[in-house]
Each structure stands twice: as structure tokens, then as C-alpha cells.
Nanobody, 116 residues
Framework: QVEVIESGGGAVRTGGSLRLSCTVS????????MGWHRQAPGMERLFVAS????????QYADSVKDRFTLSRDNAKKTVYLQMDSLKPEDTAIYYC?????????WGQGTQVTVSS
């Protein structure tokens, strides 16, 4: 059974930093991309960033480009989302996803709150 476990959320002030981690528990055959979406209160879930299996290809939403950095450690089955220069509009529940190609696994989410 595959589980996606997020950690690292919290509350910070504007301009602060947080690092989110997402670890895959269980085994997935083959390669898989990983990434993050976020959902603010009353809003739809939106794409934040993704990273390929090799780590060579990353994509970011325009709203987080140059502030967030996504990396992965396949030996640990973990991705890290480094979030710098945080803004109040980054406040949301952040969801990790794992995409092996035949479907997507989602985590339960971790809250990020940025106050002004």
C-alpha cells in the first residue's frame, strides 16, 4: 500500500521561509514524477511545482517561480519544497502528489500560514 506523507508546514511571517517534505511510504514500480499543489480557503486546488524522476526537469507556477525550489532524493523517496520570501497569498494547505503514470497518489496535506 502506498502512502504519501507530508511534513514541514507551519506559520511564518511575510518574507520568511519553510521547507516542506514529502515521502513515499510503500513501493511504486517504475519511475514517477512528484509535485505539490495547494488549496487556499474557498479556492480550487492549484498546481505549485513538479519534478521529474531524474530531477532534471522542474516546473513551477508563475506565482512561486524564483521563490520556491523543488528537489528530490530518490534514495529516500522524498521531495523537498524550499519556500522562500513567503507572502500572505501563499497561505494554503499544501498537498504532495506522486504520479507514476497510471494514476496519482495524494497526501493529506500540510498547512502553511503566512502572516503580514
Amino acid at each position: 500500500q502506498v502512502e504519501v506523507i507530508e511534513s514541514g508546514g507551519g506559520a511564518v511571517r511575510t518574507g520568511g521561509s519553510l521547507r516542506l517534505s514529502c515521502t513515499v511510504s510503500g513501493h511504486i514500480f517504475g519511475t514517477y514524477a512528484m509535485g505539490w499543489h495547494r488549496q487556499a480557503p474557498g479556492m480550487e486546488r492549484l498546481f505549485v511545482a513538479s519534478i521529474s524522476w531524474s530531477g532534471d526537469t522542474t516546473q513551477y507556477a508563475d506565482s512561486v517561480k524564483d521563490r520556491f525550489t523543488l528537489s528530490r532524493d530518490n534514495a529516500k523517496k522524498t521531495v523537498y519544497l524550499q519556500m522562500d520570501s513567503l507572502k500572505p497569498e501563499d497561505t494554503a494547505i499544501y498537498y504532495c502528489n506522486v504520479a507514476p503514470g497510471w494514476g496519482t497518489y495524494w497526501g493529506q496535506g500540510t498547512q502553511v500560514t503566512v502572516s503580514s
